[in-house]
């Protein structure tokens, strides 16, 4: 049950992200796969198999270097849509298939158990960690979720970026005419996604 609600976080913080991209007039359908190779390389990066010179990274580090990985992948997306001006769904297909290549051949299609993440570091279950709030159980993961739909509901009613954004989705010419950037702002939209 415990890791059956950490997806349902995740994916309302997917969504939360996707937003942005929907928001422009775009989609992107590599966020999910994104979100696998990120925390595939995390789980790698924390783990060891006890061969000579394989050594377990901290677990901070892998935590970095997974937001880092999804945010080159939202920088590559953003790069090909907002500079290349390619169509969004046929870039972000390709991506996914290609993200989705990639995690396969860097994981040697092997499973991770989780029992072994969990061994090394708890660090990677931060957000699944529980409290009680009333009668209910709530996580981190939660209270994350929540906090980032509120953050954007205020930047996307109340500051110029928010209005750029609707601008740019409703249309992209006349607001390019106004002087907003829009390819800079659909870029940061992908990126932004990606992290």
């Not at 029992?115 to 990677?124: F, I, P």
Request: aromatic share 10%; proline share 3%; hydrophobic share 55%.
């Amino acid at each position: 049950a415990g890791a059956g609600a950490g997806h349902r976080e995740a994916r309302g913080i997917l969504a939360a992200a996707q937003t942005l991209v929907v928001l422009t007039a775009g989609i992107d359908l590599a966020i999910g796969v994104i979100m696998v190779f990120s925390f595939v390389i995390m789980g790698n990066m924390v783990l060891t198999d006890g061969s000579p010179g394989d050594f377990a990274m901290p677990a901070v580090l892998a935590l970095l270097a997974g937001f880092a990985v999804a945010g080159i992948c939202g920088f590559v997306n953003g790069f090909l849509v907002a500079r290349l001006r390619l169509p969004p769904f046929i870039v972000t297909l390709g991506t996914w298939n290609i993200v989705m290549a990639i995690c396969l051949i860097y994981s040697a299609n092997e499973t991770m158990r989780e029992a072994d993440v969990t061994a090394a570091t708890s660090w990677l279950h931060i957000f699944g960690t529980s409290f009680r709030l009333g009668g209910a159980v709530v996580t981190l993961g939660v209270v994350a979720m929540i906090v980032l739909y509120v953050v954007l509901w205020y930047m996307l009613n109340y500051t110029a970026f928010g209005r750029h954004i609707y601008a740019v989705g409703d249309d992209p010419e006349a607001a390019e005419l106004s002087g907003i950037r829009t390819d800079r702002l659909v870029f940061f939209c992908f990126v932004n996604m990606g992290v």
